[in-house]
């Protein structure tokens, strides 16, 4: 069990005290605190209920948080019909990222952020017997080890060798906390992975508040080196799912969602199909449909100054 393994690099998501194991939970030691936290089906729910969106009684309940179920008939329905997504550089980013982390030693030790459900090309990870993956969310999807928000993040300082935050920092209140909280449980050069949208719709419903072009991405890992970055998804996918949207803005109700939800995406699949010319395109960055940045923790801050000389857009191609 995850508590029973990693028990001592865990803090109250509260205060940052320690916590201690009760016999279905954990509570803070701190005499001023002293928040129990209950387990639920052996995973922790740590969560700081006066700064989350997320109560606690939610998952004690069983309740949907931010997945939303499904019946069969219609995810058997879903998956006849084409996506119009696809992460054409996740999988090469994984690489390169498992290879800076192999740099760091044996049994180094990734924090993934919004593990609920497997996100594209994680599986590089996953399958890295020599690394060790706690896999954390807001919702009890398959791959939950541990249930926080990102905001306050349960762990000691400087606990981590890598953080992955794969289509995560859209669907949070305050991106920047939540990237101060990545910096503080990374450890000394440490290193994040974030893919986040651009040019997106909402898909994520109540839970979806921000996106950032390229270099407001940037800005937001302004106190990480860079290690590499680009678009996560092109030009194509953010036309394919503006056809989607465009349908779906037609429905009326519940059945005539799902019908223009499933004529979206047959009409819009096939744009995707062009980011294979347009992704490595600097640009196409102007389009993009998401972004990525990989990084190392470090001790100095990006300028602004020197934030917009990396603008590698298209707009310079028409002066």
Not at 172 to 187: F, G, H, N, T
Not at 210 to 239: D, M, V, Y
């Amino acid at each position: 069990m995850l508590i029973d393994q990693f028990a001592e690099m865990l803090r109250c998501p509260v205060c940052g005290a320690c916590l201690r194991r009760l016999p279905n939970a954990l509570q803070c030691t701190a005499d001023g605190c002293a928040v129990v936290f209950p387990i639920v089906d052996g995973i922790p729910i740590l969560l700081n209920e006066s700064r989350s969106l997320f109560c606690i009684d939610d998952f004690v309940q069983r309740r949907e948080t931010f997945f939303k179920g499904a019946s069969n008939v219609i995810r058997r329905v879903d998956r006849l019909i084409p996506s119009t997504s696809a992460n054409l550089t996740a999988t090469d980013n994984y690489k390169y990222l498992r290879s800076q982390i192999r740099r760091r030693g044996r049994r180094p030790t990734v924090l993934v952020i919004g593990s609920g459900v497997e996100g594209d090309g994680i599986e590089v990870l996953l399958r890295a017997r020599d690394t060790t993956l706690i896999e954390t969310d807001v919702a009890l999807g398959p791959r939950t080890g541990l249930v926080c928000d990102a905001h306050d993040l349960p762990f000691a300082a400087e606990t981590f060798d890598c953080v992955v935050a794969q289509a995560v920092l859209e669907h949070v209140l305050d991106p920047q906390r939540c990237v101060a909280e990545i910096y503080r449980v990374l450890k000394q050069d440490g290193l994040i992975y974030a893919e986040t949208p651009f040019m997106q719709q909402v898909h994520g419903g109540r839970y979806d508040f921000t996106r950032f072009t390229p270099l407001g991405h940037r800005r937001l890992f302004r106190c990480f080196e860079e290690l590499r970055s680009g678009a996560s998804s092109g030009p194509g996918q953010a036309l394919a799912w503006s056809v989607q949207y465009f349908c779906l803005g037609l429905a009326r109700g519940r059945t005539s969602r799902l019908v223009c939800n499933a004529l979206g995406r047959v009409l819009g699949f096939p744009w995707k199909y062009a980011d294979r010319y347009f992704i490595t395109r600097e640009p196409a960055l102007d389009g993009a449909s998401g972004v990525f940045f990989i990084g190392r923790k470090s001790q100095s801050v990006l300028s602004d100054r020197d934030l917009v000389t990396q603008y590698r857009g298209g707009e310079y191609l028409a002066r």
